[in-house]
């Protein structure tokens, strides 16, 4: 059969079992050959697919130069997941024949499965060159290069004259328009664009998503978007658009480039550092609309055609530099002087050389390619600045102090040593040949690091707002770099529930409800501008539930898993200003409709007082209702509603109300009036050592309590949920900090109308006691899969196992502690293991959510409009 005839009446059946629509018959061996290549094929249509290959496999050998015959050997092995053996025939076969359309669509599809995109769409557009019509290829780069049958990008004309699209003067940013020059103070939103169930580089890629975005950013008083890298072409294509209608205000753009450590910590390693050039050349061309990205892992592609570059008021380059990196390249280099084309310095220690070099990279490539200019910075932060703080204690003089003090020494160290070395702007200044200049952007916490809220001086300052150290640490770091414009590219604080670290004016790490975060967000940017930087970026556009906060890091197995499900116990998931929230918005509010909560399955019922107990879940929380009688009162009863989650053979047997249970229990809801409600735990089941590190005195080498491993106990002992969240710290004077203790498991009362961290609610128009309790304070390390901890070993990863299911009895009690009924009943004051059916909730891989802006955007809005 011609090969040209296959191609069109196989394209369907091309996709679905990848056989090559063009099959080739012919071939320069005898007519035999023919034959039994036919047969071959006749198999592989067949489906017996081992026939198929062993026919391919012995018609090579007999005939080497039969293109059609190693292209039928890797189609084959391809449909047997050997992928080594299809690439390896497949390259055998354009070796025979480069004109192949088969080989180049087989060779492509080897390319896709095995994560090398770029090759993949190289392959895929030989074939298509070959035989245009060739579905299976065409459907390959319809998937991985969308833009791929469009007509190459026409290089833009560079411009006759060096355009400065942006300049830095006397402390500020200023940016043309039609009267000349304007000063302008950046006020704006960090854009991340992971939504839930996907990683930072799985980007959204429909224009009108950004486009909502933007608009609303505007809405509410933004001058400027940041992004960390590069996103799909949709995003700018959405920006360029609505600068266009909104010309009067457009929405200005600083755009990153990313980052991630080198090999070995070696800055010049040759293919890393090759990498990262390409990526600014490519960051340049993405701007001027001027780029066909491949697709690469982990990254955006796709064409560029949309040109943002009059609306890009700055770079920032990099990461937040771990300052061990940083140290180990320092080492061993002596200081020196750089001077490149746009920026110089002298006596730059070796890391900042390095940046300068960076930037003066990326400086030199657009004005060359593209003679335009525009402010560049590189990524810094409290740890590695360039001030010194005499609270902020090394390793060894924080060893030193607790040796005299007759405490242990540490036996394991959770954070950077925050004072050891910095980077500095200041030794960086921009060449005469450099219109457009330099600035200082810094990524600046109001919690974080110790010495921005133990210093003793930062403590002592004024902002308009009062007290405030996170005022006096960027007044000091202002004023180091008097006449460089410092940038806050991120400040904000979380609504999360969990708490990671206080803070002396209340500008915590979590524990805010969403109130509390609109307050201290608008705060922290009237403070940076009072402060005299030159803009304010907010942390961050959306809530992220890919992120970890180094609370429950170790808590979330497998850790791949953690975009599917909102940990709201860990204080880097909720920064959004649009807050993106579990289930599909319907389910069950604390203070909502009764009706939402009644329809929750029932796992027990019958009792006297206690009617039933219903359960439910979303993907953060695990939700309870307890259905009572007119005559239960929060004032004068206690309701305890106990949770076994891992098997009923482990566990806590003496309840509440003198019970005795054949289940065991890992878990404590002590519902004993408004105020004094708890989550308490099964002491083995506890995973964080808490007081017990206080006592101990290594308050910050025992976090976890390890093994986290249920036992039988017949005692009714339970513990709170304590967890350390400002370690023990000794300032170089010796002056000793002690560690701050909080209790994740006190729970708070109300309906989310009023706070959005409420955790119950008595209804008791409704007759409902309403409970909603976030997995992570379950024992759940992956809901989505039903995982939960259960280990044996003190070290490495922590153990998990997957759930039984769970099994919840409930306890009534007067203020006595006497039992006033129990669900199930138990006549003989004995809880039947019969009588708890386990409970499981249906898996999932994709989440629900839904979202809304938080009250943040509102404060934000009433900040940013003032004149």
Request: one cysteine or more.
């Amino acid at each position: 059969m011609p090969p040209n005839l296959h191609v069109a009446r196989r394209a369907c059946l091309a996709l679905l079992l990848l056989q090559p629509a063009r099959l080739a018959a012919q071939s320069p061996c005898p007519p035999e050959q023919g034959r039994a290549l036919d047969s071959a094929w006749s198999a592989y249509r067949a489906d017996s697919i081992e026939v198929a290959r062993a026919r391919f496999l012995d018609l090579t050998r007999s005939c080497p130069a039969a293109a059609g015959a190693w292209a039928g050997l890797g189609f084959a092995s391809l449909r047997l997941d050997d992928l080594a053996a299809a690439e390896s025939a497949f390259r055998e076969a354009l070796a025979v024949d480069r004109g192949s359309a088969d080989a180049w669509d087989g060779l492509a599809h080897v390319m896709a499965r095995t994560d090398r995109a770029p090759e993949a769409v190289t392959a895929a557009r030989e074939a298509v060159s070959i035989a245009p019509g060739y579905a299976s290829s065409r459907a390959l780069l319809d998937r991985l290069a969308p833009d791929w049958d469009r007509p190459p990008l026409a290089p833009a004309p560079r411009p006759a004259t060096l355009r400065v699209d942006a300049r830095v003067r006397d402390g500020r940013f200023e940016v043309p328009g039609p009267r000349g020059w304007s000063a302008v103070y950046l006020q704006g939103v960090n854009l991340g664009a992971a939504l839930p169930g996907r990683f930072p580089a799985e980007f959204p890629v429909d224009s009108g998503l950004y486009r909502g975005w933007l608009d609303s950013m505007a809405a509410m008083g933004a001058n400027v978007v940041r992004v960390y890298t590069l996103l799909p072409p949709a995003f700018y294509r959405a920006l360029r658009g609505r600068n266009l209608e909104h010309q009067e205000r457009p929405l200005l753009l600083v755009q990153g480039v990313w980052a991630e450590l080198p090999p070995d910590g070696n800055f010049d390693d040759p293919a890393w550092l090759g990498d990262l050039r390409g990526e600014v050349r490519r960051a340049t061309e993405v701007i001027h609309g001027a780029a066909e990205v491949a697709p690469r892992p982990g990254h955006a592609a796709g064409r560029y055609d949309a040109d943002v570059s009059p609306w890009v008021v700055a770079w920032i380059l990099g990461r937040e530099w771990e300052p061990f990196a940083v140290a180990a390249y320092d080492r061993g280099r002596a200081r020196a002087a750089f001077h490149g084309r746009w920026f110089e310095g002298e006596a730059l220690p070796a890391m900042d050389r390095w940046l300068a070099a960076l930037c003066d990279f990326l400086v030199n490539w657009e004005v060359e390619r593209f003679n335009a200019i525009r402010p560049v910075a590189y990524v810094n932060w409290p740890t590695l600045d360039p001030l010194t703080h005499p609270t902020e204690s090394s390793p060894e003089e924080e060893a030193a102090w607790r040796q005299r003090a007759g405490r242990p020494l540490l036996t394991q160290r959770h954070e950077y040593d925050n004072d050891g070395l910095g980077l500095d702007a200041n030794l960086l200044r921009p060449t005469p040949a450099n219109p457009a200049g330099w600035f200082a952007s810094y990524h600046a916490y109001p919690y974080y690091p110790d010495f921005v809220i133990q210093d003793p001086g930062y403590a002592s300052a004024r902002s308009s707002f009062g007290p405030s150290s996170y005022f006096g640490y960027l007044r000091d770091l202002v004023a180091h770099h008097a006449g460089l414009p410092v940038v806050i590219s991120e400040f904000g604080v979380p609504s999360s529930r969990g708490l990671a670290h206080r803070q002396p004016q209340g500008l915590h790490h979590g524990g805010l409800d969403e109130r509390g975060q609109a307050a201290a967000d608008a705060r922290l940017a009237a403070e940076i501008r009072e402060a005299g930087a030159a803009g304010a970026i907010v942390f961050a556009w959306l809530d992220e539930w890919f992120k970890h906060n180094w609370v429950t890091i170790d808590l979330a197995v497998p850790r791949d898993h953690s975009p599917r499900w909102l940990n709201v116990e860990d204080a880097e998931q909720q920064y959004g200003i649009l807050g993106l929230y579990a289930g599909d918005g319907t389910g069950p509010r604390l203070g909502g409709s009764p009706t939402a909560w009644r329809a929750l399955q029932a796992v027990q019922r019958g009792g006297r007082r206690l009617h039933s107990l219903r359960i439910g879940q979303d993907e953060a929380y695990l939700y309870l209702a307890v259905e009572t009688d007119s005559v239960v009162d929060p004032g004068r009863h206690r309701l305890a509603v106990l949770l076994d989650v891992v098997r009923p053979d482990l566990g806590q047997r003496r309840i509440p109300g003198g019970l005795r249970s054949e289940v065991g229990f890992e878990f404590l809801l002590d519902l004993r009036d408004t105020a004094q409600a708890a989550l308490l735990a099964l002491p083995e089941y506890n995973p964080y050592a808490g007081r017990e590190a206080l006592e101990d005195g290594d308050e910050r080498g025992r976090f976890h309590r390890r093994p986290i491993r249920p036992v039988n106990r017949d005692d009714a002992r339970w513990d709170s949920l304590l967890v350390i969240v400002n370690r023990a710290r000794y300032w170089r004077d010796g002056t000793m900090r002690p560690a701050q203790l909080h209790d994740r498991g006190r729970l708070r009362h109300g309906t989310q109308d009023e706070t959005s961290l409420a955790d119950w609610y008595w209804d008791r128009a409704a007759r409902l006691v309403t409970i909603r309790i976030p997995w992570g304070l379950l024992g759940v390390t992956d809901p989505s899969t039903g995982r939960v901890a259960f280990e044996f070993a003190r070290e490495g990863e922590f153990g998990t196992t997957v759930t039984e299911g769970f099994r919840v009895g409930a306890v009534l009690l007067d203020a006595a502690g006497m039992r006033l009924d129990a669900l199930p009943a138990a006549p003989d004051g004995t809880w039947r293991a019969a009588d708890f059916a386990p409970w499981r909730w249906p898996e999932w891989t994709e989440p629900r959510f839904h979202s809304r802006l938080k009250p943040a955007y509102e404060s934000l809005r009433q900040l940013w409009s003032e004149p």
